[in-house]
């Protein structure tokens, strides 16, 4: 009977310590919890800070078979500031006395990455956008510049679908395909699930095109058009009529995905070029989030843009199709200058539907939306116009 008595002591303190234990457990979880939404809204404020439009420079190394002597062109990088890039050029007037004159520009940017700039490197600069998209936010990368300049480079890398993020050389969009899954796993032990949903575009010639549809007498048969919808829970969504949405669970998933859009994106030959991108591409990752503890519901869009190469047509030699191209190229790249400038200005009137590629991106561009956009330079001194005219570009952006 008394061993009863001390069986039954040892339960009940045995019960109130797992109590005490549960109870902690929960105390903990919920800190853990607001620890989290905490960091979300600190995370948002520092975003803000840093601007909610961006511009970052990226200067190409020299290729091969361009020679330093005759194609490099002078750049000067601030060695104390990350900020800072002056660019030179030299004229030789032949007037009969031959005088030299010598022009210098210079550029300020969120930051300027040169030369000898890792992938690495540029995407720890981009990756807190990217957890930014995860908490909610639309975000919107895009790489600019002349063709040539090393744009599809920063974005996709050494196209080497089957290692993915794990190559020195991966562009942006492995890289944060990798990000979004490792984040996403991380926040599952606070409760969060995410279904991914992806899609690839292009816009080419003012027409969208789907670069995940296969079927080529289906594709030619199909209308894509942009629309403003909004979803159950109210948000405003930027969608496209027909386009393939595909739900995403795993990295591998989305390098097949990457491969399928490659081998159909518009490229064709210039005398800038061999393979010049002759459209506008947009890969695109919706993430909707929920949290089964708190819950809490979030939805962000991710838009990672390759846009085709700017360029002067009498210097890319463009005519027939090529002419058609460059001039609807041209056409939507200045409206994009126009949209970021009035939403800068904050008009009450943004020209978003004078282009399909703003159109697309709005909700991405506007409102507590994060943009950020990459220059790409050749350091070709026979790119020096086209480097100057980008650098312009950027300047008005930034």
Not at 65 to 81: A, H, K, R, W, Y
Not at 316 to 341: F, Y
């Amino acid at each position: 009977m008394e061993e009863c008595g001390r069986l039954t002591q040892t339960v009940e303190k045995l019960n109130n310590e797992i109590h005490n234990h549960l109870k902690t457990i929960d105390e903990r979880d919920a800190e853990i919890r607001e620890n989290e939404a905490i960091r979300r809204k600190l995370h948002n404020e520092v975003q803000e800070l840093k601007g909610n439009i961006r511009v970052y420079c990226r200067v190409r190394p020299l290729l091969k078979g361009e020679d330093n002597q005759d194609c490099d062109l002078p750049i000067t990088f601030d060695s104390n500031c990350d900020k800072n890039i002056q660019i030179h050029h030299s004229n030789t007037n032949d007037d009969g006395c031959r005088r030299t004159t010598s022009e210098k520009y210079d550029f300020t940017f969120d930051k300027v990455f040169n030369p000898t700039s890792a992938q690495e490197d540029i995407f720890l600069e981009i990756s807190q956008l990217v957890q930014s998209a995860l908490d909610g936010y639309n975000v919107c990368i895009f790489a600019y510049g002349q063709t040539g300049s090393g744009k599809t480079y920063t974005m996709e890398g050494c196209v080497d679908h089957n290692s993915g993020s794990n190559n020195a050389r991966a562009g942006m969009i492995p890289r944060t395909v990798n990000q979004i899954f490792t984040s996403a796993s991380a926040l599952s032990s606070k409760g969060w699930k995410y279904d991914i949903e992806a899609s690839f575009l292009e816009i080419y010639n003012e027409t969208v095109r789907d670069l995940l549809e296969d079927n080529h007498k289906k594709k030619e048969n199909i209308k894509y058009e942009i629309k403003l919808t909004k979803s159950s829970n109210g948000v405003n969504h930027v969608a496209v009529t027909n386009a393939k949405i595909v739900k995403v669970e795993s990295e591998r998933q989305v390098y097949d995905l990457l491969k399928v859009a490659s081998r159909h994106r518009a490229t064709a030959a210039t005398k800038c070029n061999e393979y010049s991108s002759r459209s506008h591409s947009v890969f695109r990752l919706n993430l909707i989030g929920s949290n089964s503890l708190t819950g809490q519901n979030c939805e962000g869009t991710l838009n990672l843009v390759d846009l085709a190469g700017s360029e002067r047509i009498n210097v890319s030699g463009a005519t027939g199709d090529r002419l058609n191209e460059a001039k609807n190229i041209n056409k939507s790249l200045s409206t994009l200058s126009k949209v970021i400038l009035s939403l800068a200005n904050k008009d009450s009137h943004i020209p978003y539907r004078n282009s399909k590629l703003t159109y697309l991106l709005q909700n991405s561009l506007g409102g507590n939306s994060k943009t950020l956009m990459f220059v790409n330079i050749s350091p070709s001194i026979h790119c020096f116009h086209e480097s100057l005219s980008s650098l312009r570009f950027a300047t008005k952006v930034s």
